[in-house]
């Protein structure tokens, strides 16, 4: 399975980033390319301690979905809602200037993939999670929207 921590995916995710430019439309949703790469940069930063998060998991997301999440070889659906504080319309950062977003993006990934794993890392639907899963959910997420973008 694809993994942030695994070097090939990593800089596969990487390659895919950098043809993202502020005008990409997305095919669907509301997000901008703009706002997406913030979400990402946000999402990063809640699970690594740097943005406050709610801890909003049940039972069902927790075990149910977080196996579907991170095991089945399947796209994730369309549509998910997050939590508000990585939501660009709900409290998560407001898009500035592209280029600089996209340095604090690269920068919240590879700091991601160099602390993988502190005990204290907790996803704000999935709870806690391993190494290999917190790998897998950084490739998942970023591809997730990536894909949204056509990339």
Not at 17 to 34: V, Y
Not at 48 to 60: K, V
Not at 76 to 88: F, M, S, Y
Request: charged residues 25%; glycine residues 8%; positive net charge.
């Amino acid at each position: 399975m694809k993994s942030v921590r695994h070097a090939a995916d990593l800089a596969e995710i990487e390659r895919r980033l950098a043809t993202l430019t502020p005008d990409t439309r997305p095919g669907w949703g509301r997000m901008s390319a703009s706002g997406m790469v913030c979400h990402l940069t946000d999402a990063f930063d809640a699970v690594l301690g740097h943005r406050p998060s709610s801890y909003r998991s049940t039972r069902m997301e927790r075990t149910v979905v977080r196996l579907l999440a991170l095991s089945l070889p399947v796209p994730w659906p369309k549509g998910i809602p997050t939590v508000a504080e990585v939501d660009q319309e709900r409290g998560g950062t407001a898009p500035g200037e592209f280029n600089a977003d996209m340095d604090r993006l690269r920068a919240a990934l590879h700091d991601f993939v160099t602390r993988l794993p502190r005990e204290s890392f907790s996803h704000p639907i999935f709870g806690p999670l391993s190494k290999a899963e917190w790998g897998r959910w950084g490739y998942r997420h970023v591809d997730h929207h990536l894909r949204q973008f056509g990339l």
